[in-house]
Nanobody
């Protein structure tokens, strides 16, 4: 029910910063939570950060203190500010959204954006 489009990925040196964006569109009643996940080659997909409609955020231990998730002024838009990037942060980052339409709940995923951190 919801389309997600990520942007902002790229190649950066260790210690640098990137800001990922995720814009949600579609017909729905409410957006309950959004999150960022990532998957590195040979690794399982892991949760990076989540934010609720009330603004409560949670982070994986591996990124805590370096990454910040926030909601933008634009409706149904979230960001992931990534500072002090490490080569281990290299992965495809996916945006996720959970919410409700008038008739059902939804769990949508974006196409992913590549983040590469060189040593």
């Amino acid at each position: 029910q919801v389309k997600l489009v990520e942007s902002g990925g790229g190649l950066v040196q260790a210690g640098g910063s990137l800001r990922l964006s995720c814009a949600a569109s579609g017909t729905f009643l409410s957006m309950n939570a959004m999150g960022w996940f990532r998957q590195a080659p040979g690794k399982q997909r892991e949760l990076v950060a989540t934010i609720t409609s009330g603004g409560t955020t949670n982070y994986a231990d591996s990124v805590k203190g370096r990454f910040t998730m926030s909601r933008g002024n634009a409706k149904n838009t979230v960001y992931l500010q990534m500072n002090s990037l490490k080569p281990d942060d290299t992965a495809v980052y996916y945006c996720n959204a959970r919410g409700s339409t008038w008739t059902t709940v939804f769990d949508s995923w974006g196409q992913g954006t590549q983040v590469s951190v060189s040593p």
